[in-house]
């Protein structure tokens, strides 16, 4: 069976059959409703277009109001915010689609100004990002973060399996764990956010504590085979820097795979070197790659990976969101529609619900 034959033929992950091996890769789009952090018609609309992706991983999910870092974006931390979600879920699975809700802590990454509480961000250590972020009150400078105390971890650890429990109870068939792209996850993997010198830091063991910790807890929550995680290793996103990338993550997929999760999200970038060979020999479950670099020139090319045995299923990002019947389009490599980044964040359905399928 060639690659190509393959990525469009069903795969059981976790029990859980799926129409190919296309997955859509998590995207802030910044529509929720604002106040309350709701999915609305239109975030259903969005999404059950796309639904016939193997899989479907939703935009970053605050899990607590102090984990959310950007503007209009959704929540699973209140029960009106679980209510909203059942329209995206029911749509999509009308349509025949399984979708995971992805869960994401900004950390670091955010500002006061985003939520009535005026809460500050918390992050492994007080260590302030560069740059700014948009709120109510126009763009502001990033904060020093409050550096978390052992009660702020544990809480946080407590939050990512209420809002699991809460996504099951919305009608998700799973989560995903951000630990990428530079937020709460992955600055406790990194050197320069996490400054910590007790057993949350200070070495690989301790570096990887805090995501082996959240996997374990989201796992007992609402079952291994409903929890997948996410990982973006040398990823500079958001002012990360990390040393000792092939040991820390090693290290962590080791630790990880003793969970028996449902899948691995890797993010490959060219600064890995050939660490992903390493991550495939060491994962021994369902392994999705999103070579986001060349996520938009390469399209049909990057199932090549399927080929290769270096991954079960792929994740397209931005070539997914312009592109609303993508493994339609896969199929026949194009034509694929253009993605409009001015578009990307925030505003209506200009961008967001109204990018053409094939006839």
Same mark, same amino acid.
């Given at each position: 069976?060639?690659?190509?034959?393959?990525?469009?033929?069903?795969?059981?992950?976790?029990?859980?059959?799926?129409?190919?091996?296309?997955?859509?890769?998590?995207?802030?789009?910044?529509?929720?409703?604002?106040?309350?952090?709701?999915?609305?018609?239109?975030?259903?609309?969005?999404?059950?277009?796309?639904?016939?992706?193997?899989?479907?991983?939703?935009?970053?999910?605050?899990?607590?109001?102090?984990?959310?870092?950007?503007?209009?974006?959704?929540?699973?931390?209140?029960?009106?915010?679980?209510?909203?979600?059942?329209?995206?879920?029911?749509?999509?699975?009308?349509?025949?689609?399984?979708?995971?809700?992805?869960?994401?802590?900004?950390?670091?990454?955010?500002?006061?100004?985003?939520?009535?509480?005026?809460?500050?961000?918390?992050?492994?250590?007080?260590?302030?990002?560069?740059?700014?972020?948009?709120?109510?009150?126009?763009?502001?400078?990033?904060?020093?973060?409050?550096?978390?105390?052992?009660?702020?971890?544990?809480?946080?650890?407590?939050?990512?399996?209420?809002?699991?429990?809460?996504?099951?109870?919305?009608?998700?068939?799973?989560?995903?764990?951000?630990?990428?792209?530079?937020?709460?996850?992955?600055?406790?993997?990194?050197? %320069?956010?996490?400054?910590?010198?007790?057993?949350? &830091? #200070?070495?690989?063991? @301790?570096?990887?504590?805090? /995501?082996?910790?959240?996997?374990?807890?989201?796992?007992?929550?609402?079952?291994?085979?409903?929890?997948?995680?996410?990982?973006?290793?040398?990823?500079?996103?958001?002012?990360?820097?990390?040393?000792?990338?092939?040991?820390?993550?090693?290290?962590?997929?080791?630790?990880?795979?003793?969970?028996?999760?449902?899948?691995?999200?890797?993010?490959?970038?060219?600064?890995?070197?050939?660490?992903?060979?390493?991550?495939?020999?060491?994962?021994?479950?369902?392994?999705?790659?999103?070579?986001?670099?060349?996520?938009?020139?390469?399209?049909?090319?990057?199932?090549?990976?399927?080929?290769?045995?270096?991954?079960?299923?792929?994740?397209?990002?931005?070539?997914?969101?312009?592109?609303?019947?993508?493994?339609?389009?896969?199929?026949?490599?194009?034509?694929? %529609?253009?993605?409009?980044?001015?578009?990307?964040? &925030? #505003?209506?359905?200009? @961008?967001?619900?109204?990018? /053409?399928?094939?006839?």
């Amino acid at each position: 069976m060639s690659s190509s034959e393959k990525a469009f033929s069903p795969v059981t992950v976790a029990g859980v059959t799926l129409k190919n091996r296309i997955v859509m890769s998590p995207m802030t789009r910044s529509r929720a409703q604002d106040p309350g952090a709701l999915a609305t018609e239109l975030m259903a609309l969005y999404y059950s277009q796309r639904a016939s992706a193997g899989l479907i991983i939703t935009e970053g999910i605050q899990p607590s109001i102090v984990g959310q870092g950007y503007p209009w974006t959704p929540g699973l931390h209140s029960s009106a915010q679980v209510d909203s979600w059942r329209q995206v879920t029911d749509a999509v699975h009308e349509k025949g689609g399984v979708i995971f809700a992805q869960l994401m802590h900004c950390g670091r990454i955010g500002h006061p100004d985003l939520h009535e509480g005026g809460l500050m961000p918390l992050a492994p250590s007080a260590v302030a990002a560069e740059g700014q972020v948009y709120t109510s009150n126009g763009m502001q400078t990033l904060p020093v973060p409050v550096a978390m105390t052992e009660a702020d971890i544990h809480q946080t650890i407590s939050d990512f399996a209420t809002a699991a429990t809460n996504a099951i109870a919305a009608g998700f068939d799973g989560v995903e764990i951000h630990g990428a792209n530079g937020y709460v996850v992955h600055q406790f993997l990194s050197d %320069n956010v996490n400054l910590r010198t007790d057993e949350w &830091g #200070g070495s690989v063991a @301790g570096h990887i504590k805090f /995501p082996v910790a959240v996997a374990t807890a989201v796992a007992a929550a609402i079952g291994a085979d409903k929890t997948g995680i996410r990982i973006s290793p040398a990823n500079p996103f958001n002012g990360i820097s990390e040393s000792n990338v092939a040991e820390t993550y090693s290290a962590l997929v080791r630790e990880l795979a003793t969970l028996n999760l449902a899948y691995l999200h890797f993010s490959k970038n060219p600064m890995q070197g050939d660490l992903i060979t390493e991550i495939r020999a060491l994962w021994p479950n369902t392994l999705i790659v999103n070579d986001y670099v060349a996520d938009r020139p390469k399209g049909k090319a990057d199932l090549g990976f399927i080929d290769s045995g270096l991954a079960d299923l792929v994740s397209f990002g931005q070539l997914f969101l312009a592109n609303p019947d993508l493994p339609a389009r896969l199929e026949t490599d194009g034509p694929y %529609n253009t993605p409009d980044p001015a578009t990307f964040y &925030g #505003g209506t359905e200009v @961008g967001y619900t109204d990018y /053409p399928a094939l006839s």
